[in-house]
Structures are given as C-alpha cells and as structure tokens.
C-alpha cells in the first residue's frame, strides 16, 4: 500500500527505537500484546496529572472529571464494536476475566445437566477451561469442532457438532496460533437455529478488522485494551442486554449495589452490577485513545497492509525447506499470525537465537494445547504483525530463522 505511512506510524511508539543485543528491535509478537503511541502515554499522563479521581462516588470535580472519562469510554467502545446500547458494554480486567464472568454468571447458571456445550478445537484455554468448569459442574456435555486440512472451519462440521441440545457455543473470531478468521456470523445464524447462546472471542480480531456485533449477532463479544494498543488491565465483555439483565453478579463489593441492609442487598443496574470495585479509569482513558489512534488510520486500512506483510513473510518462508507452517498460507480470511517449526529445533531455542538478532517472537503451546495437540505440535514458533511492522523487518526475521540450525549445530 503505497498510501499506508507506517515510517510515520512508527515515530509515534519510541518502543520501537529501542535496541536489543546491539540490533534494532523487531517486534513480531503483537498476537500477545502491543505497544502504546504517544498518543496513548499522553492521555494517560494528562488523566493522572488534571483529572485523577475515584469515579461514580463523588460529587467533586476531579470524581466527576474521573466518571466522566470513564463513561466516555464505555460510549466509544459502543460505537466501537456497534453495540445497541452503552449498558451492554461492561468493563473487565482482559478477556480472559470476561470469558470467566461468562462463565460463572451465565454458564452456572442457565447450563444444565445434559445440555451440550460446544467450542471450536483452536481455542484459546481461556475460553476452555473455564467452559470444563461449568460441564463439570452442572453435568453438560462438552464437544469441539475440529478444523479441516487447511486448518480452517466448515460449516458441515458446525452442523454437525452444533444440535438441538446445544445450550453455548463458543468461537473466537480469530485464531491467535494459525491467523485463522472464522465465519462466526455464518455460526451465530446457525447456532441460533438450534436455540443456543453464541459467545465470539474478539481478542485477537478487534485490533486488526472492522468488528460489528450486531452484524454478528453475537450474544456475547469480548476484548483486551492491551492488544490494540491501549494498556493491560483493561478490557470489554460486551452482551446483549436481555442475557446481562438476568445474570447475577459475578463480584460483590462497592460500586455494584443499590442498597445494603443487615440481611439482604438489591443490585444496581447495567452496566453497573458486574463492575465492582474502583474501576481501572486510567486504562479506560487509555483504550479510549487507543481507538481513536486506529480508527483516524482505519481499520480496513491495517487489515490490508498487514496482509501485505503477511503475504511477504509467508512467501519467504516457503522457500525456507526446514520450515514448517502451522496454518493456511491462502490469505482469504486470515489475519497476520504465522505459527512455524523449524526441523530439528525446539520452539524455544528458535525465540532464544533469533532474539539475539533482536527479534522477538513468542515460543510455546500459545494457551491452545488442545490445538497443538490436534496438528500434531507441542509447541510451535509464533511471528504475529501489526501495522507498525515492515517489510524490512521481515526480512531481518527471515535471516535470523535461517541462521538458527547452524546455531545448533545442523551447519544451515
């Protein structure tokens, strides 16, 4: 994309000036978390410098300032994802404290004794464990859909898995180890069919693509600021407001009550009732600005340029014939995470060595043992872009993946 500035992009995180082992950082492990532009780090800074304040329990101004930025948030995030209603959009500490809200308030709740929850085989533990828990507990039956030999879904599979017993499925949007891009719309229609509650795992989507709920007709969507540039400790448990509305609280404690008597306590309202305790404004006020940053870039924008990326890399990798790739190499319905062996090398020792080049990938299982176990991996290399990557720096990681095997010995 001749239009795309990512050498302007760039002056904007001072991260990426930084030097590692004496080489310029390249910075491939976005799929775990991305860093912050200035624009971010300064609207973080401004909050704690003019503005710092416990929100909703004051009527002073820096109160009213803190419950305001907050509340801003909660109404960019609406538009964000196209919600229908800001109380639908409740704040968490990541996805994975969303997935377990879900889990917990709903799941233990409305799941019973052989009713049937289904999940797709590439998820992440997140979005597992939490889901053995409640067939655990409440006596459900757990199934998975597995992927085809392009590590994708079919839709025969989806209906095949997904009956009238199907109480909960649950799908993320975008695979974090193959780059997989789900058709969850096409699956909520579905599951829908069959009476079920459908919850999209948008945490490694919302940073790169356009993400419309409604479109989706997900019943419940979840994210974390700290992979779309805004801070850790902040993230989105979205909802349609008929399910949130008869769910019980997940914590219990300050902020999330109407009245508190000896005996009994009566709950506040959406969004209210699931966000207990002081609440994280800082990274609401840094998410904020997040969305801002890729929204005045556009989000079909990255998406195309990171393809390019990924297209570049996954091309050169190819030509490598100790490599291995885990994942479509069709770029249809893909998003910008390569997952790779490298023969006769541990996962581990490829991150270790390429990072003396001052690379940095991630190494390991990825939080998807399920799937490393179904394509016949323990453990797999993972390169994942944003659009602060460049083609240069591919190129740098191509060379340092080359250069493992004489590392270790192999003499290529």
Known sequence: MRDFKVEEFRKDFPILSETVHGNPLVYLDNAATTHKPNQVLEAMRNYHHKHNGNPHRGAHYLSVMATEAYENTREKVRKFINAARTEEIIFTRNATESLNLIAYSYGMNFINEGDEIVLCISEHHSNIVPWQKVAKAKKAVLKYMYL?????????????????KTK?????????????????KEIAEYAHTKGAVVLVDGAQAVPHIKVDVRDIDADFFVFSGHKMLAPMGIGVLYGKKELLEKMPPFLFGGDMIEYVEEQNTTFAELPFKFEAGTQNVEGAVGLSAAIDYLEDIGLDKIHEYEMEL???ALDKMKEIPYVKIYGSTDLKNRGGVISFSIEGCHPHDVSSIVDTY??????????AQPLMKFVGAPATSRASFYFYNTKEEVDVFIDSIKNVRRWLGYGS
């Not at 499925?169 to 695979?175: C, E, K, L, P």
């Not at 001052?358 to 939080?367: L, M, S, T």
């Open 148 to 164: 085809n030999s392009d590590f994708r879904l079919d839709m025969n599979e989806v209906k095949e898995k997904i009956t009238d």
């Open 168 to 184: 909960f499925v649950g799908i993320a949007q975008m695979s974090n180890v193959l780059g997989t891009i789900y058709p969850v």
């Open 310 to 312: 990924t297209a570049y």
């Open 358 to 367: 001052g690379v940095a990938i991630r190494a390991g299982h990825h939080c």
